[in-house]
């Protein structure tokens, strides 16, 4: 086997295939061939070495692995000798500071939604009180009230988390391309935003409603 990549061609003995290796990069560049050669025949100013544990914590074997290499050569450095979790956590710090960040201007954005969808529904239907009061008098029931007013606000939940979803996927796409290493198309997330805007919109068309349920036919009708 001829080693491609330099001047001049070196060849060797190919003694066994190794399967796909994950990179711990979020996003690894593609990479179109990878060679491991042994360290004594291509020796190389710094190299890494990864022990595999079995049976204990990763960071149980650290001393004697220390002990073991400082024994066959004292004045040979030794740096980042750690865990394989640590080696991760290290590589994707970065990434994990901008997840951090995203995920608290969602919640946040999630927060001051539902405030305002409540807001809004909630003083629609309060401005509602005197019509619902003269339904009843003139022989609706509260369940009938209660049918209407929730009935009415399922369908501005639907149409507003139809448009909420349609953005919510356009701007995800968006971040996507300019994060690739990160992931913004979960569907349970999407779907449990959504369920949680629908539930606040239906309790505040409810709790005015039931309020109105309360209010003296009579009283409504000399306010008309």
Not at 33 to 50: D, H, K, S
Not at 76 to 102: C, S
Request: aromatic residues 4%.
């Amino acid at each position: 086997m001829a080693q491609a990549g330099s001047e001049n061609l070196a060849w060797g003995e190919v003694v066994g295939v190794a399967a796909d290796v994950e990179s711990v990069m979020a996003d690894p560049r593609p990479v179109t061939f990878q060679l491991y050669q042994p360290m004594a025949q291509e020796p190389a100013a710094r190299n890494e070495i990864a022990v595999r544990t079995v049976g204990v914590a990763s960071a149980t074997p650290l001393d004697s692995i220390r002990a073991t290499i400082t024994g066959l050569d004292s004045d040979l450095p030794i740096r980042q000798l750690q865990p394989a979790d640590a080696t991760i956590d290290r590589v994707v710090y970065q990434l994990a500071v901008l997840r951090d960040m995203l995920s608290s201007l969602a919640l946040l954005g999630l927060g001051l939604a539902s405030l305002g969808i409540y807001g809004v529904i909630a003083r629609t239907m309060a401005l509602r009180t005197n019509e619902f009061a003269i339904r009843l008098a003139l022989g609706a029931s509260i369940r009938d009230i209660t049918r209407l007013v929730l009935t009415s606000g399922v369908k501005l939940a639907l149409v507003g988390s139809v448009f909420g979803l349609l953005g919510a996927i356009a701007v995800s796409r968006v971040l996507a391309a300019v994060f690739s290493g990160m992931h913004f198309n979960s569907p349970l997330v999407l779907l449990g935003a959504t369920l949680l805007l629908i539930v606040v919109g239906l309790i505040a068309c409810w709790l005015p409603a039931r309020r109105a349920s309360q209010v003296n036919p009579n009283d409504a009708l000399r306010a008309e």
